[in-house]
DNA sequence: GTCTATATACCGATAGAC
DNA sequence: GTCTATCGGTATATAGAC
């Protein structure tokens, strides 16, 4: 079973797209081996069952998914500023990145325990300790962990929900564009509803 | 083809927990005779397919879940008393209905569009257009169905990250609690982190 | 309306030649 | 390292007896 050849790579980039659209129980390795250009029999050289191979494809999909981050918001000064530049940065990483997102959502809801704690510790758990300060510091009055979900979640819904959002009465297509969102989730976030 | 037998209601309400937990293809037509107490044949004289049961029994699951809303916010009479009425609604909905949300979850995902349309019009549709007056009443310095995201995603994500959450850092059972997430999103709604 | 038996198809994985 | 061929298992769905 050998590692990181080009072939290993082009099975995991292979992988991920179909993974994303139809699970991991919608795509068979014969559709795997296929979208490479080989037969199923000779993923077996490179992964020792399905499974691995999911797992491997994951770890590739989820890796370096930070970079930049504490570097983007040391760089801002107001706390503004920082607000938005934070809020951009998930816009963008999650906005961007179809593939990422399904495998994101898939995996959350299949809650299974190992595949979980791989997505706590390669991608939610890098960007909550590199930016643990800054959520602390953006309120003293919230729970930080919590704060962290709300803020995630504010993002990722407008993603997640955009296929069936279409469907609903005041739909526009703005609402879908990442600077809409941006703005969107900033001020709702620094100002609230104003509400007493 | 009978329907609305005594029979037909055990296979739906068998199904459901179990489409929610292993999704579409993770669940055998074997799975739900057994759990109803037949066999896989006999599901054939009250669905003419698989496909048929499943999108049935998400109509079965998804239908009435929006009984009272109005009521409740017309009794209530300040902003802040009516935010938390519809905040409360929302994490009292799906947060004790772990099946309900699951099969959510999963249709978000897989986003077929005749599903997706099921969903908007059984799920988001009559909750939307039920409170959009409300929404709007909120503030008029945001677009009503962004908002109308925001705030769902802001509830949904405490639940969908609730498995993940428990291995991150800064982690406490206190913040699964329904009383715990009302509170805190209601007061992040209100006045945000009164960033100028 | 339920049963047993079965047709048909697909999938994961292995054996062995090249 | 890839191929062809195939095994064993499981899935949906149907046929026909009761």
Redesign the pocket.
Known sequence: M?KQ?K?YIKILEAALPLFAAFGYKG?????I?NTV??????L???F????ALYFKALEYAFDAQVAGLAETLAQTQTPRQRLTAFIGFWVETFGSDVILRALLQREMTDADETRLRLLAQHVFQPVYVEIEGFIQSLSARHDSLMLFTSIAGLVMYHFETAPMRKLLPGYHPDQDEHATIIEHVVSLLAQGLNIS
Do not use: Q, W
Not at 37 to 42: D, E, P, Q, R, S
């Open positions: 050998p050849t072939t795509v068979a390795m014969r559709d081996a250009g080989i037969t199923a029999a000779a077996y050289n490179h020792p069952n399905k499974e």
